[in-house]
Nanobody
């Protein structure tokens, strides 16, 4: 059974930084995509970034390009999201999700992903 565990959320001032981690267990595929999504109450879940385990290809939403960086440690089955220059509008619950690369078509569409973590809250406020 695939399980994902996020960590690293918290409260940060505008302009600050946070690093989120997502550690997976129970993976059975050699190659899988891992993505970060975020969701505010009353809003749709939004794709933030995605990374492939096969070749390290990365994808970003326009709203975070140049500020967020996704990376992975394949040996530890962990994906990181470094978030810099945070803005109040980045506040949300952040979820990581994973799917076999062979089954993925749209990298930042939530419905593409099979397994989800519980989420971690990120609040950007002064």
């Amino acid at each position: 059974q695939v399980q994902l565990k996020e960590s690293g959320g918290g409260l940060v001032q505008p302009g600050g930084s946070l690093r989120l981690s997502c550690t997976a267990s129970g993976l059975t595929s050699d190659y899988y995509a891992t993505a970060w999504f975020r969701q505010d109450p009353g809003k749709a879940r939004e794709g933030v970034s995605c990374i492939m385990s096969s070749d390290g290809s990365t994808y970003y939403a326009d709203s975070v390009k140049g500020r967020f960086t996704i990376s992975r440690d394949n040996a530890k089955n962990t994906v990181f999201l470094q978030m810099n220059r945070l803005k109040p509008e980045d506040s949300a619950v952040y979820y990581c999700a994973t799917v076999k690369e062979e089954d993925l078509i749209w990298e930042l569409r939530p419905n593409e992903y099979d397994h989800w973590g519980q989420g971690t809250q990120v609040t950007v406020s002064s």
